[in-house]
């Protein structure tokens, strides 16, 4: 395990050539105090956990000392922002310290909201705690789900005043992933014309990441396919466990099918497939429904901009139709399946879910309770005391009847398949959270951060690595949202 001053750096991305990045250093961050960290993202790198609790941990991921062998820059990269081309964009207020050789792979390591950039458009370059916490606990609850995401290490506090809708204080969270190259990051050089860019940046994510695509007739079609697969299957993950992202720009978009920059996120509380989750996105542009499609046009962004390597728009476009659709609905039918407690892919199961869908949409029970109860429900039914043995999941509905109805097609498709009740509900129960990182439990633990007590923080967080657990201690966080929580708006600004 390394220290703090071992960790082996090895900067890869720092690499390429200059116009690709500025480098330059964090700004220092006044009074910094340690809010929270993740001892298993510590692991990733091969630090030692020993090392969170030194006073140097805080300094080192405030950016207020550079941390050796790191080498600070700021990524340049554009993108589409609500379909609208905003030109260049960049690291407005992150900092990329470089590339850490962990146990598994490498890590690039990255503080956001650690200062002013040349790509910070007039801001102020910092981030908020609050948006600092969610993005933190988000990150790792995505990856105690499954979900491929960036992680976080730790939130770094100040008393520092950041103004953003009202006055607020400073923090930077410190964010990991093996790149955090965007579909922007390509579109950029496209729009510049600037063709060997274009190459180079293409070359490095093939060389780095997807070195299977070199040996592809054109490894640049290859890599357009590999991007459009992993995309479908995390949009498909994002859809089946009820996520929002809120701001699905092409600069948010991950070359690898990460899900990167938290933002105005959200889970699913009553179903509703039009919900938005970002109060800013007038239009329902980045609605619930709405991500598979944006997927989609996202990536068609991603080909305009690889279509110099790759050839015609024809072989563009045979990629994207070729990768994403078949992925994005093969792996949703899947977890779909997995769901609701079935084992085999059968004929009408495609018509079944839908209609699950209709029901849910009608009658706006909690998406995530609804399916963890349902886990616990016998695969026969007990004419007799069928009200009580079904009455954690009718009493979800609005209409009890129509509850009552589809448990019975439910049950009749679970009879297609004879597995028994304890190993379909033990499969159920492995699929289907129990805890998702709920708009009202970011704001609680925000709340009690404000007022100086971490604690809730960090019980958030243990609770969150392990959704799928049953927990007694954290059953507070398996409840729906309380009253007060019903006007909780998240919105672009952090």
């Not at 993202?41 to 050796?68: H, K, W």
């Not at 992150?94 to 390591?109: D, F, Q, R, S, T």
């Not at 009202?166 to 969270?173: D, G, L, Q, R, Y």
Request: hydrophobic share 40%; charged share 20%.
């Amino acid at each position: 395990m390394h220290t703090l001053e071992t960790l082996p750096f090895d900067n890869a991305f720092a690499r390429l050539p200059p116009h690709f990045y500025t480098r330059l250093h964090p700004e220092p961050l006044p009074r910094p105090y340690l809010v929270a960290a993740s001892a298993e993202v510590a692991g990733l790198i091969g630090l030692d956990p020993a090392e969170l609790s030194r006073p140097e941990f805080t300094q080192f991921f405030a950016g207020n000392r550079p941390l050796p062998g790191s080498d600070p820059l700021a990524a340049v990269y554009s993108g589409h922002q609500f379909g609208v081309w905003a030109g260049q964009l960049g690291d407005g207020r992150a900092h990329l310290l470089g590339e850490v050789a962990g146990p598994a792979g490498g890590w690039e390591i990255q503080l956001k909201g650690a200062g002013q950039t040349p790509y910070s458009r007039f801001a102020d370059g910092r981030a908020v705690l609050r948006s600092s916490i969610r993005e933190y606990l988000c990150s790792e609850a995505m990856a105690g789900l499954g979900i491929p995401t960036t992680r976080a290490l730790c939130v770094v506090g100040s008393s520092a005043p950041v103004r953003r809708e009202t006055i607020e204080t400073a923090a930077v969270v410190t964010r990991l992933a093996p790149s955090f190259i965007r579909f922007g990051s390509f579109e950029h050089w496209r729009v510049l014309r600037q063709m060997d860019e274009l190459r180079q940046l293409a070359d490095h994510v093939i060389e780095r990441f997807r070195p299977e695509c070199r040996a592809a007739a054109n490894p640049y079609d290859a890599l357009l396919r590999d991007v459009g697969r992993r995309t479908g299957e995390l949009i498909a993950h994002w859809q089946a466990v009820g996520f929002m992202h809120g701001v699905m720009n092409t600069d948010n978009m991950s070359i690898l099918g990460l899900t990167l920059d938290y933002g105005p996120f959200g889970f699913m509380d009553a179903f509703d497939a039009g919900h938005i989750c970002n109060h800013s996105d007038d239009d329902g542009r980045y609605s619930y429904k709405s991500q598979p499609q944006i997927g989609h046009w996202n990536l068609y962004a991603l080909g305009r901009a690889l279509a110099p390597l790759i050839g015609d728009q024809a072989a563009v476009q045979a990629a994207i139709e070729e990768s994403y659709a078949p992925a994005f609905e093969g792996h949703f039918m899947d977890l779909m399946r997995a769901k609701l407690g079935l084992a085999q892919a059968l004929p009408g199961d495609e018509d079944f879910i839908g209609e699950t869908f209709g029901v849910l949409q009608q009658n706006h029970p909690d998406y995530t309770q609804f399916f963890r109860q349902l886990g616990r429900l016998p695969g026969r039914e007990d004419a007799a005391g069928r009200g009580a043995t079904d009455a954690p999941v009718r009493d979800l509905f609005i209409d009890r009847a129509a509850a009552d109805a589809w448990i019975v097609l439910w049950r009749a498709r679970l009879g297609a398949e004879g597995r028994s009740d304890a190993e379909r509900q033990a499969a159920m129960q492995a699929v289907n959270p129990k805890y998702v990182l709920r708009n009202w439990i970011a704001e609680s633990a925000i709340r009690a951060a404000r007022a100086g007590d971490y604690s809730e923080v960090t019980a958030v967080h243990d609770c969150l690595r392990h959704p799928f657990d049953e927990q007694p201690e954290y059953e507070r966080f398996a409840a729906a949202p309380p009253d007060w929580a019903e006007g909780l708006a998240v919105s672009c600004s952090s």
